[in-house]
């Protein structure tokens, strides 16, 4: 060990200049880490289907700076989607040192009238195959310059719902309706997190899963507006979420800092898993 390395904050969690891109960033959880690197310094491309609320992340995060935030509007839930981000990138951008896969859907029905198209085709084409074809597409920018120092960095959003073995009474859902395809798919995306850390790795590319639990964000609009304070008392640290707990993990694993991690499925939940509370986001 040498007592010359440097140890310091700015050291380890240093972001500037760096390259990002964040889907689903035109809310919540995306916003959260577009944000979170904008501030530092980064430049981030945010992107998802709504022009108008891209617009307006990209305005509010370019007045704070010091970095700077630019959009692409693109439907994230099939491949050609994912291709036309992926192409927009490569067009603008000969290095991408971060990519974030938060783009995602969810879908409440009962048991025994769950749709297939909105409940399983969409929920499933978003929230896991867009994960795939878009880091795919990216996967050569990503690895541009890598090293096992400076590794390209893949940070998917999953949820605390990946480990959850109800699919009923969450905080995204009327009464009586279930999670089956969102619950499902986030169980995917940590597997797929796994298959790509083990792949990528060689081309010094990590891959990291974040599984919140409940933040603030569209999705869990519902259960702030019906419950309100009874979601705070429902979590072990007597807490939901808060932008501040989101833009920490977000520099985390896109610095130094977590250079030699890659795999892990993190949960972000203020310990709701490991008290075993059933309700899940």
Not at 3 to 28: C, N, W
């Amino acid at each position: 060990m040498s007592y010359s390395e440097e140890f310091t904050i700015p050291s380890l969690f240093d972001v500037r200049g760096k390259v990002a891109v964040v889907t689903g960033g035109g809310s919540g959880i995306g916003t959260m880490f577009a944000a979170a690197y904008v501030q530092n310094g980064a430049k981030v491309y945010i992107a998802s289907r709504k022009e108008k609320q891209l617009k307006e992340v990209a305005d509010a995060l370019n007045k704070k700076g010091p970095g700077s935030c630019h959009y692409v509007v693109a439907d994230l839930s099939n491949k050609a989607g994912c291709d036309h981000l992926a192409n927009e990138i490569i067009k603008r951008e000969s290095k991408v040192h971060i990519l974030v896969n938060n783009s995602g859907a969810t879908w409440g029905a009962p048991y025994d009238n769950f749709p297939e198209k909105e409940g399983w085709d969409r929920v499933l084409g978003l929230n896991v195959k867009g994960v795939y074809y878009l880091t795919v597409g990216l996967t050569d920018l990503l690895a541009k310059d890598a090293t096992a120092d400076d590794p390209g960095r893949v940070i998917n959003i999953s949820s605390v719902a990946a480990a959850t073995t109800t699919a009923t009474g969450s905080t995204l859902a009327d009464a009586g309706n279930g999670l089956w395809s969102y619950n499902t798919s986030k169980a995917a995306v940590n597997h797929l997190t796994s298959l790509l850390a083990s792949t990528l790795a060689p081309r010094k590319i990590s891959v990291n899963a974040v599984m919140p639990g409940v933040f603030p964000s569209k999705m869990t609009a519902f259960g702030y507006k019906s419950q309100g304070e009874a979601m705070d008392r429902a979590q072990p640290m007597g807490r939901t979420g808060r932008p501040r707990d989101m833009a920490g993990i977000a520099l985390f694993l896109a610095s130094p800092a977590s250079a030699h991690i890659t795999g892990v499925h993190i949960p972000l939940d203020g310990g709701a898993l490991v008290s075993r509370i059933k309700s899940s986001l």
